[in-house]
């Protein structure tokens, strides 16, 4: 799986957008980007997920760049339950493959 | 609409027993994945099954730990002979893994078992 990196730590005023960046330079073509994330003491909540255009579901938009070398999540509204840890993953869709995590990014959202 | 089950979600056992979780996934989800967590850091992938078939297995399952799925459905983790550094979170995941399918191979987590070894 390719490697992303995303920032350590960020913080969102309650009611804002909370953009959260992810960079996959290394991705391939056959890789799709997948976002989870986990709140304190439960298991990672699949969020979204995407090859090449933008989605958007009823938790969250992600916006994946032309070169498909970064992306971007997108809570509109963020609110104190969105405080959570968001990992950015990228994996082939077509296959069994594992989710390997990294770090994350722990979004504080303060009131 | 269950998502995937683990039990018990919590669990105090002393050093040198055995502990035994279960992990029922998503109705029909073929694939099943065993992840351990702990404390500041994420999930480490453990094994993996297709069915009954345990298809790939990481260097962090010990000889101490095994992982069934006996009828293709529920799995069992079984630790022997536990350490204190065996204190985790232990996450149960499955995907329905149909080929070619969009959706088919999102992988949901379970909320996990917490082990605690005094």
């Known amino acids: 799986d390719a490697k992303t990196t995303q920032p350590t730590s960020m913080d969102c005023a309650e009611g804002r957008a909370a953009n959260l960046p992810c960079n996959h330079s290394?991705?391939?073509?056959?890789?799709?980007v997948y976002w989870y994330r986990q709140i304190h003491s439960q298991g990672p909540q699949y969020i979204i997920h995407g090859l090449k255009n933008n989605e958007t579901n009823e938790m969250a938009s992600l916006i994946i760049t032309e070169d498909r070398k970064s992306s971007t999540l997108i809570l509109p509204h963020a609110t104190l339950r969105d405080t959570a840890v968001y990992y950015c993953i990228v994996r082939p869709l077509s296959s069994a493959s594992k989710i390997i995590f990294g770090s994350g990014t722990r979004l504080s959202i303060r009131p | 609409d269950t998502g995937v089950s683990q039990d018990p979600r919590h669990k105090i056992t002393k050093r040198g027993q055995n502990v035994t979780f279960r992990c029922d996934p998503i109705s029909e989800h073929n694939r099943l994945y065993w992840y351990r967590q702990t404390l500041g850091q994420g999930p480490e992938f453990l094994t993996y099954f297709q069915n009954e078939a345990q298809l790939e297995k990481s260097r962090l399952l010990s000889d101490r730990f095994s992982a069934e799925r006996p009828k293709g459905s529920f799995s069992t983790l079984e630790i022997q002979r536990t350490e204190q550094g065996d204190s985790a979170m232990y996450l149960c995941a499955s995907s329905l893994g149909t080929s070619g399918e969009y959706s088919g191979n999102t992988i949901y987590f379970g909320e996990g078992s917490w082990l605690t070894v005094v």
């Open positions: 290394t991705i391939s073509g056959n890789e799709y």
